[in-house]
């Protein structure tokens, strides 16, 4: 090899520590954050997440929560989500839901008015219905997040955000997550998570709550203008 690939190799190398060395900073802060915050008790929520233990009921709100959250704030999600499961009979029942389809949309849209994505969650409950929860949950756990995929309204980024909400190991490729993995030279959200596990040793799911909830709340222009440590040439 010679000296000039040996030094640019040494320069590579010197840069991917100086920047796992930062970004394990960012996140032991960004935790050091959460767990103090009001938002603490997500870590407990996340926990308790198992796949293994997908119900109906849970699998029904965990679909709604995602669907209604695409596209929209949390925060006005989470203002109205209280009043909207009252609305689907609090997601006891599938059937219950299809026999009430329309009261269940009519009640909601006074609150949400997105008449497509309520539809999204009516046919949700239609689908277990015509297919089986148990046939459907049997195929969450053989297939995964590709099955995941065909549910109503969920597409090839949100599935990982209803996969994660039913207690899958997995990051979200979300905004908030791409344009950090992005600022610290990761190929995705999937590779920075990983990365940080590796040194944590927490879990992917964990690191991407801690990681999305500190970015929902801290505008990400404060980490856009922190020094950032360079290697040295």
């Given at each position: 090899m010679r000296k000039s690939?040996?030094?640019?190799?040494?320069?590579k190398s010197a840069e991917a520590a100086m920047r796992n060395s930062s970004l394990q900073d960012y996140y032991k802060s960004a935790k050091e954050w959460f767990l103090s915050s009001p938002y603490g008790y997500e870590l407990v929520w996340q926990s308790n997440l198992n796949p293994n233990r997908i119900s109906e009921s849970n699998l029904l709100r965990e679909h709604a929560w995602?669907?209604?959250?695409?596209?929209?704030?949390?925060a006005v999600v989470r203002k109205h989500f209280d009043f909207i499961s009252l609305c689907f009979c609090d997601w006891e029942s599938a059937s219950e839901i299809v026999a009430h389809g329309?009261?269940?949309i009519a009640s909601a849209k006074t609150a949400f008015a997105n008449s497509r994505k309520l539809d999204g969650i009516l046919r949700m409950s239609q689908l277990l219905c015509d297919e089986g929860t148990?046939?459907?949950i049997g195929r969450i756990?053989?297939?995964g997040i590709s099955e995941?995929?065909?549910?109503p309204f969920i597409g090839k980024i949100t599935c990982f955000h209803?996969?994660?909400?039913l207690g899958f190991d997995v990051s979200k490729p979300d905004r908030h997550l791409e344009r950090l993995a992005k600022f610290y030279d990761f190929k995705d959200t999937t590779e920075m998570c990983e990365q940080i596990?590796?040194?944590?040793?927490?879990?992917?799911?964990?690191?991407?709550?801690?990681?999305?909830r500190h970015l929902e709340q801290k505008p990400f222009k404060q980490i856009q203008n922190s020094s950032r440590p360079v290697a040295p040439s």
């Open positions: 690939e040996f030094s640019t190799g040494t320069t995602v669907v209604l959250n695409s596209g929209f704030k949390e329309n009261e269940c148990e046939n459907v756990h053989r297939y995941l995929r065909g549910f209803l996969a994660k909400n596990s590796i040194t944590s040793g927490d879990d992917r799911a964990t690191i991407d709550l801690i990681l999305w």
